[in-house]
């Protein structure tokens, strides 16, 4: 392998497709339909991306957004209490079809930023260039997709029920005000698939994007602006616990939707004054494993865990983040999957091949280290030829085997590349290393023997989220329930989920007498109402 620090460039040799300019400097935020100008402190957004200089390698500093304080992220929420007026305000009133061309007007606009957006994920995550494309164009789909599942939502609650001598109309409303936070590792997919929900079944919403991949909302501040009205969708920056701890301890927020660890979900919930009010929807830290039996596949169970592990450098909930493989073939399997890993080509996110990029997170190198060390002070080793090796924000594909219960790789949520593999004699070791992890998100099977893989069925259904057979992990697609057990996870999304999550069902009934029966049908013929009404979505 080249030397790691050798394959960040200097300026000369960025491409001028991808190249940025010299510095954003963002100092709007959206509050009340307004692009405020904030006159504050700034927080600079560092690449993960280092350039040569002649000084030596130094840190790309691409742009900084608003530092904004708690009373910012009042004013923020104070216009979402307002527009939406306890449900009685513009937006939570509007017919869905009305909301649903907002957000139709929205994606057109949000078409026009794409090369804007995708060079910003490049380069302020590091995703690759193909998988940064991939991420907005799927976003693009899951908001489109949403919108048809509404469509067939309402269609569904545009009829009229009768039981028992009681006729009534079920329709799903909104709840309140959203707090919607996404995770730096998808901060446009995993960010928006709540965002959009919430918007479309009327609620107003409050948004903080992801800790990293900031500026990349930018290009989109003034199509939100533009396409819903006032207050419906106010975005804000800064610290989390400044801005958003002040949002919970209001408790004017009814809707929680969060993507990041559970300990930050935990302490940002006991922030909140009436919890019980809280509605949450929580996407949280997962340990997936990947089990591989003696009879599995074994090319192709290298070639899902390769895909499995290291997608994104490991940086992704779904990740698989532990391999448990069989004694019997523990030695083909490493020999096949370490030959695959060190054939992984590391460079800059915008080059073609490239499967290995930098590092957002300041530090994870060392912290991935500190992984590492620990299982080899305790029997492990580095089994791969490149594993072990890093350089500022780059940190190799490292196989660590084998991996035991002592060693911190075998419980902790490592993020990143590093594989740890453990071998077990048993199934009984495997399931009660499921049924002892504090996570329970998805696990993958890999086998051919169908009693034994059902009997792991039977063993982990109560356990995890999901269960793949002889493929990866993933979240899609999206029409899937997306979920999880233990620390794992708070609620379902897929597309049709996320619409009923943030929305609750409410009814008007009545007594089925020729009277009531006329006073609907005037209602509804009159269009006397927004909320009873029979209109058919196209």
């Not at 491409?15 to 009340?32: F, G, N």
């Not at 350039?51 to 957004?65: D, F, M, P, S």
């Not at 929580?282 to 290298?302: R, S």
Request: proline share 6%; aromatic share 8%; with cysteine.
């Amino acid at each position: 392998m080249t030397a790691l620090a050798d394959l960040f460039p200097a300026d000369s040799q960025i491409p001028p497709s991808v190249r940025l300019p010299a510095y954003l400097e963002q100092r709007e935020y959206l509050v009340d339909g307004e692009l405020r100008t904030w006159t504050g402190e700034l927080s600079p957004v560092r690449s993960p991306v280092f350039v040569k200089t002649a000084e030596g390698l130094q840190q790309k500093v691409i742009g900084a957004t608003p530092q904004l304080t708690s009373r910012e992220s009042l004013d923020a929420l104070a216009a979402a209490v307002k527009a939406y007026d306890q449900g009685r305000g513009v937006w939570p009133s509007l017919r869905v079809a009305e909301r649903i061309e907002a957000v139709e007007r929205f994606v057109t606009a949000m078409r026009a930023q794409r090369t804007a957006v995708v060079n910003l994920l490049m380069w302020e995550i590091g995703k690759t260039q193909p998988d940064s494309e991939k991420e907005f164009d799927r976003t693009i789909d899951l908001i489109v997709e949403t919108i048809r599942a509404l469509k067939e939502l309402d269609r569904t609650s545009s009829r009229f029920v009768q039981e028992q001598g009681i006729m009534a109309q079920i329709r799903r409303a909104p709840m309140g005000v959203a707090l919607c936070m996404g995770p730096y590792n998808y901060p446009l997919n995993e960010t928006f698939s709540t965002l959009f929900p919430a918007l479309l079944m009327g609620n107003t919403v409050v948004f903080k994007p992801a800790k990293f991949g900031v500026l990349l909302i930018r290009p989109l501040l003034e199509s939100f602006r533009d396409c819903f009205p006032p207050g419906v969708i106010n975005i804000i920056y800064g610290k989390g616990r400044e801005t958003v701890g002040a949002l919970m301890e209001s408790g004017q927020v009814d809707l929680f939707a969060f993507i990041g660890t559970n300990k930050g979900a935990s302490e940002l919930k006991r922030m909140h004054p009436r919890p019980h009010r809280l509605k949450s929807v929580l996407g949280l830290d997962a340990k997936n494993p990947a089990i591989i039996l003696e009879d599995a596949d074994l090319d192709n169970a290298v070639k899902e865990c390769i895909t499995g592990t290291l997608s994104f450098n490991g940086q992704r909930c779904t990740a698989l983040k532990l391999l448990m493989v069989h004694r019997s073939i523990a030695d083909a399997f490493l020999k096949k999957f370490t030959a695959a890993v060190d054939q992984l080509k590391p460079g800059m996110p915008w080059e073609p091949g490239v499967s290995i990029t930098p590092l957002p997170e300041p530090g994870k190198a060392a912290y991935l280290q500190g992984l590492v060390d620990d299982a080899i002070s305790k029997g492990a080793r580095i089994v791969n030829a490149t594993g072990g090796q890093s350089a500022h924000s780059f940190y190799a594909p490292t196989v660590v085997a084998p991996v035991t219960g002592d060693m911190r790789l075998a419980t902790e949520e490592q993020f990143g590349p590093v594989i740890p593999v453990m071998v077990f004699d048993q199934d009984e070791e495997v399931i009660q290393q499921v049924v002892n992890s504090q996570f329970g998100q998805q696990l993958s099977l890999f086998g051919k023997d169908s009693a034994r893989i059902g009997r792991f069925i039977d063993a982990f259904a109560n356990q995890v989220g999901r269960i793949n057979l002889n493929c990866q992990c993933q979240r899609g697609p999206d029409t899937f329930p997306f979920n999880g057990r233990k620390d794992s996870a708070e609620g379902t999304l897929s597309v049709a989920d996320a619409l009923r999550v943030f929305s609750i069902r409410t009814l008007v009934a009545t007594k089925t007498t020729r009277d009531n029966t006329a006073l609907v049908q005037s209602i509804l013929t009159r269009r006397e109402s927004d909320f009873l009404t029979t209109d058919f979505l196209f």
